[in-house]
């Protein structure tokens, strides 16, 4: 499968560079730890992940101020970095990489079904992507979850420092659409 290729080079990637990975999760519920698990080798880079389904448990358990919660919601750019910080910062890991969003059916925080943020958390700072995908509950965690892999990969190809944007306006930020 190609997630699974993506995700074998993610583990590959991070045990040649001698990195860690951990990672926060909401409406993925856990399938972004279970795809990078599904490879053999794994945990020589990755050292666990926190599914914090629930608003207060980001706050608690990852440490997402709750200015941000009350500022831009749990489905924001803001909070997906917010969780990809406080997961490293939680293990020591090198790398955070968190999952927020709309699986759907329902609208939440009035974003539609497919409006998702992935955080990447580095030794040099951070980033997000807004992702807009189509397809039902599962296919947009399915999709969620492959393209979270690949930016992290993305990053750890480019090198923690250049792979961040420079320019205060974007903070950071980029945004695709998959179908």
Same mark, same amino acid.
């Given at each position: 499968?190609?997630? !699974? ?15 860690? #990975? ?34 207060? #448990? ?8 709750? !200015? ?30 968190? #999952? ?5 059916? !329902? ?26 995908? !189509? ?42 659409? #998959?179908?």
């Amino acid at each position: 499968m190609a997630e !699974d290729l993506t995700a074998a080079n993610l583990v590959a990637l991070l045990v040649s560079e001698g990195a860690t #990975l951990a990672t926060a999760e909401s409406l993925s519920g856990g399938l972004l730890g279970a795809r990078i698990t599904s490879v053999p080798g794994a945990s020589k880079a990755y050292v666990g992940g926190v599914v914090t389904y629930a608003t207060d #448990l980001k706050v608690s358990l990852l440490g997402v101020a709750e !200015d941000v919660v009350d500022r831009y919601g749990v489905v924001s750019a803001e909070c997906a970095q917010a969780m990809a910080d406080g997961v490293r910062r939680l293990t020591g890991s090198t790398y955070g990489l968190s #999952l927020t969003g709309v699986a759907g059916p !329902d609208l939440q925080e009035g974003k539609p079904a497919g409006t998702v943020f992935v955080g990447v958390a580095t030794p040099g700072g951070g980033l997000t992507r807004r992702l807009s995908l !189509d397809g039902g509950r599962e296919a947009i965690r399915e999709a969620a979850c492959r393209a979270a892999i690949g930016l992290l990969v993305e990053v750890v190809i480019a090198g923690p420092e250049t792979a961040l944007s420079t320019d205060p306006g974007r903070a950071g930020r980029e945004e695709t659409s #998959l179908g």
